[in-house]
């Protein structure tokens, strides 16, 4: 986002590079203002608070934006902005092509509504393509890529606490088999997940490290590939039918490998034809999603690898997949701008075609009771659409700026969004709404 007249993001290619993205620009109302002006007024953004609920109500942007002293209005810019925008494409025009068929689904209804904005939180984006970068644990606590840190916020204190620094060295203070006991140095972070107590961050090289949150240092390093194209797309950690805690890897080198946190045992290595960007396990751990760099995805054995089903639909790669708690249904977000719902009970077409506004869907999400499905586009849009009525209702979340990830707490009260952008970067709270909101004051 670019408010005043300064192109705001720059992405991180798979090289690690930085790539520039295209913004649209806005300018202050005094257009020719020399640079300490400039500096002074970048100065007074920079100095803007956190927003409340009782503020936005009151009429405040949720970001901070000061719309009255700007050149534009908010409903110019936000149309603007969608017609400008640049969805990064592996195929080009995916996006027009598979809008004919998505379902048409009215916006307005609000099953979440703004609490606060918190400005201090400086979310990041380390790979242009991977926006699992914000993790909730429970309603009140958050956990952020930021730097090269990973850190800790509290919706309550309003603090923030580093939990685990990668640019020094990374070494673990635990011995298990395979860990590199000498670590690593300066990670650059690709993806990381938070959950079950533990922390499992990677690498662009490959490198993986796991940290318990109870305990001081890092228990656990291992490299999971020496080939070249080495960089991990996503983690997502689990229980096991008996208790254990599991995490699963998705790798550029086109593997998936699961890991035992009991031992940090590699317990099963599946091999696909193309570089795997996200996998899912379903509720019973019997099946999982695996999508990447194929306009198909797959439904696979977890225990075996094998392909049960091939998912055929988008038109361009997927970057994200996420399983309904009943275990019937799952969802898959693409580059081609849309979410499909499926039923593992008849895989021959998707059940719904989601539709987004102007980018790649890269995060997506079912509601731990499966009321909601949730999904982020690259930029500027959340979606949050009732499962219940057949995905015909969803609330549009609309701000400014890139997605670093979104999360919801386990109980799925809180709903945290992270922003990337130079000037308006910050973590955006909402709070479920429910008939009788007045009892929330009760817990």
């Known amino acids: 986002m670019s408010l005043n007249g300064v192109e705001e993001l720059g992405y991180i290619d798979e090289e690690g590079e ?31 608070t956190d927003t409340s609920a009782e503020e936005a109500r009151k009429g405040k942007d949720i ?28 195929f080009p025009n995916s996006g027009e092509l598979v809008e004919k068929t998505c379902q048409q689904v009215k916006k307005g209804s609000t099953y979440y509504d703004f609490q606060y904005n918190a400005r201090s939180v400086n979310p990041l984006i380390l790979h242009f393509q991977l926006r699992n970068l914000v993790w909730a644990t429970s309603k009140h606590d958050v956990y952020f890529m930021s730097n090269a840190s990973v850190f800790h916020w509290s919706s309550l204190s309003h603090k923030l606490r580093e939990v685990l620094n990668f640019s020094g060295q990374v070494t673990p203070i635990e011995r298990y088999p395979k860990n590199v006991q000498e670590g690593f140095f300066g990670v650059n972070v690709t993806t990381f997940a938070v959950g079950e ?11 993986l490290i796991c940290k318990a949150l109870d305990r001081q240092g890092v228990c656990f390093c291992a490299r999971t590939t020496f080939e070249e194209n080495a960089i991990t797309n996503a983690i997502e950690i689990y229980k096991d039918l008996s208790g254990g805690t599991h995490f699963m890897i998705s790798n550029n080198d086109c593997g998936v490998r699961e890991y035992d946190v009991e031992k940090y045992q590699l317990i099963n290595h599946f091999r696909f034809p193309w570089s795997v960007n996200h996998t899912s396990i379903s509720p019973d751990r019997k099946l999982m999603t695996v999508v990447g760099d194929d306009r198909d995805g797959l439904l696979v054995d977890s225990q075996n690898g094998k392909v049960i089903s091939t998912l055929a639909g988008h038109v361009d790669y997927s970057f994200a997949s996420a399983w309904h708690p009943s275990g019937l249904y799952f969802a898959t977000g693409n580059q081609d701008k849309s979410c499909r719902v499926w039923d593992v009970r008849n895989l021959s077409s998707s059940l719904s075609v989601l539709k987004g506004n102007i980018g790649a869907i890269r995060s997506v999400h079912y509601s731990s009771d499966g009321q909601f499905l949730y999904f982020a586009e690259a930029a500027d849009f959340v979606h949050v659409y009732n499962t219940a009525l057949n995905y015909s209702k969803r609330q549009e979340i609309d701000f400014f700026g890139e997605i670093s990830g979104i999360s919801m707490g386990p109980d799925d009260e809180s709903l945290y969004i992270g922003v990337w952008d130079r000037i308006y970067a910050s973590l955006l709270e909402f709070r479920r709404r429910h008939a009788y909101d007045y009892l929330d004051s009760f817990v």
Not at 201 to 206: I, V
Request: proline residues 3%; without cysteine.
């Open 63 to 90: 970001q901070g934006i000061p719309w009255e002293r700007l050149q534009t209005t908010r409903q110019e810019y936000r149309k603007i902005r969608v017609e400008q925008y640049k969805n990064y494409e592996n």
């Open 197 to 207: 107590g533990l922390l499992v961050a990677g690498g662009f090289q490959g490198e």
């Open 18 to 48: 930085i790539e520039e993205g295209e913004f649209v620009d806005v300018e202050y109302p005094n257009g020719g203002m020399n640079g300490e002006e400039e500096d002074d007024e970048y100065a007074q953004l920079m100095r803007i």
